[in-house]
């Protein structure tokens, strides 16, 4: 059974730091190209930041400078790293695993920054 389980989540005030983690199982994690993505409130989900198994990153012009994806092949897990965080970075963030033939989710965790 597959299972992405992120974790990391809260509350935050700006200018603030959080550093999410998702640690994945029943997938052989080399295969996949690993991301976060966010939802905020009426929005659609997007993708922030995105790490191959080459260590390969991408990211979002908003993040860019802010955010840090790693991810660690021997536990099976990816983390983001979140710096100077605004307010517009509020959303709900998930784990993702793609592949060419797969595409896997988790739960998600929220992200609130505030004062």
């Known amino acids: 059974q597959v299972q992405l389980v992120e974790s990391g989540g809260g509350l935050v005030q700006p200018g603030g730091s959080l550093r999410l983690s998702c640690a994945t199982s029943g997938i052989t994690f080399s295969l996949y190209r690993m991301g976060w993505f966010r939802q905020a409130p009426g929005e659609r989900r997007r993708l922030v930041a995105s790490?191959?198994?080459?260590?390969?990153?991408f990211y979002e012009d908003s993040v860019n400078g802010r955010f840090t994806i790693s991810r660690d092949s021997a536990k099976g897990s990816v983390f983001l790293q979140m710096n100077n965080l605004k307010p517009e970075d509020t959303a709900v963030y998930y784990c993702n695993a793609y592949s060419l033939s797969n595409d896997f989710w988790g739960q998600g965790t929220q992200v609130t920054v505030s004062s």
């Open positions: 790490i191959t198994s080459g260590g390969s990153t």
